[in-house]
């Protein structure tokens, strides 16, 4: 007998809405979705129209009852008071990347989690791009992505070994230029710009730190900075809090725990060129993900190297791991910890690129 499908609640419905919307309603039962913007001003199709409310502030909202999970993906400076809104159901809430604007926020966070635990954080970077990278490093043991996999050169056995395999890791280095189609802009997300909330650092630079805290399990302590912003005139600018405009380029040197050096840059309009890779290196070789599609995972020690895919429909998959975490109901929230050190490391970031 084909069990009934979780029922949600989706709020935001913006360009990540309209990419994850097939997977969502996939794999769930869709009650109502709601924007602070007017229905004619959204991009909606099918059903979509008929769910759909709108919304100025979450003190607005009238929940329906009897919902099995929430997905917010709204703007950031939304996503704590839509998730203290949803708490008190004690249903699995889906909170997409940053999880907040700063680590100000923590408090508010902790509290919703002591009242309810069941918190997705979500990045889509750890969650599914990086499957390949986070099962090599041996992260990837609850991942419902594995059978995703695909061993495409591994004749000298690289992969199998696991990262261990390599010796200690010594670096991290890490791109996210996107200078080229739509991904260069900030057309349909106009939050980006905002002072309070946009900005590369939570847009794009969470992710590496999201992925580093999750195989490494600690934040980057950053020591030098580079952080510029677009000028009215289009040149490249040195970013400053006062100029109440976010900052779309970054160059992050610094350290992660055990004296782990790390080299992070991010850019959106710097260079004409879309460049995605996370690379770590080992004493006795590397390993570099390439966020493309498919994802690939390269590995190369002396002269032996393997290569390994994730094959799928990215924006399906985030929503197959959300449908698992729910189903799961594990009573612990997922990538917490994670998303609490990505903010702590543009805290400090931002401090030292203002100092």
């Known amino acids: 007998m084909k069990t009934a499908?979780?029922?949600?609640?989706?709020?935001?419905?913006?360009?990540?809405?309209?990419?994850?919307?097939?997977?969502?309603?996939?794999?769930?039962?869709?009650?109502?979705?709601?924007?602070?913007?007017?229905?004619?001003?959204?991009?909606?199709?099918?059903?979509?129209?008929?769910?759909?409310?709108?919304?100025?502030?979450?003190?607005?909202?009238?929940?329906?009852?009897?919902i099995d999970a929430f997905m917010i993906l709204t703007p950031p400076s939304t996503h704590i008071d839509l998730l203290e809104l949803c708490s008190p159901m004690g249903k699995p809430v889906f909170v997409e990347k940053p999880l907040g604007t700063g680590l100000v926020d923590q408090n508010r966070v902790l509290s919703v989690v002591d009242r309810n635990p069941h918190l997705y954080?979500?990045?889509?970077?750890?969650?599914?791009?990086?499957?390949?990278?986070?099962?090599?490093?041996?992260?990837g043991e609850s991942t419902p992505l594995l059978d995703r996999l695909r061993v495409v050169n591994d004749e000298s056995g690289l992969w199998n070994e696991g990262a261990v395999g390599l010796g200690p890791p010594v670096r991290i280095e890490a791109l996210l230029l996107e200078g080229l189609g739509q991904a260069a802009t900030f057309e349909g997300r106009d939050w980006l710009w905002q002072a309070n909330g946009g900005g590369v650092l939570l847009d794009l630079m969470y992710h590496h730190l999201c992925l580093a805290g999750f195989i490494f399990e600690s934040l980057v302590e950053p020591v030098q900075v580079q952080v510029d912003t677009l000028a009215e005139n289009g040149d490249l600018v040195a970013w400053d809090p006062l100029l109440q405009r976010a900052e779309t380029h970054a160059i992050v040197s610094g350290t992660l725990r055990d004296g782990l050096s790390v080299f992070l840059e991010v850019g959106k309009y710097v260079k004409p060129e879309n460049r995605r890779t996370f690379d770590v290196h080992f004493e006795g070789g590397s390993a570099r993900m390439i966020f493309q599609n498919p994802n690939t995972l390269e590995l190369v020690?002396?002269?032996?190297?393997?290569?390994?895919?994730?094959?799928?429909?990215?924006?399906?998959?985030?929503?197959?791991r959300f449908l698992k975490y729910v189903e799961a109901r594990s009573g612990k929230p997922y990538g917490l910890d994670q998303a609490f050190m990505a903010l702590d490391s543009i805290d400090r970031i931002k401090k030292l690129a203002s100092a």
């Not at 969650?127 to 986070?134: G, K, N, R, S, Y």
């Open 301 to 320: 020690s002396g002269g032996r190297t393997a290569r390994i895919e994730l094959h799928g429909d990215w924006y399906d998959l985030v929503c197959l």
């Open 121 to 139: 954080c979500s990045d889509f970077y750890p969650d599914v791009h990086a499957t390949p990278l986070l099962a090599f490093f041996g992260r």
């Open 5 to 66: 499908k979780p029922t949600v609640v989706v709020f935001g419905l913006g360009q990540y809405y309209s990419k994850l919307r097939a997977g969502i309603h996939r794999h769930f039962h869709v009650v109502a979705i709601y924007d602070a913007r007017p229905l004619e001003m959204l991009d909606l199709v099918e059903s979509d129209p008929k769910l759909f409310s709108q919304f100025i502030s979450s003190k607005d909202l009238d929940l329906p009852c009897g």
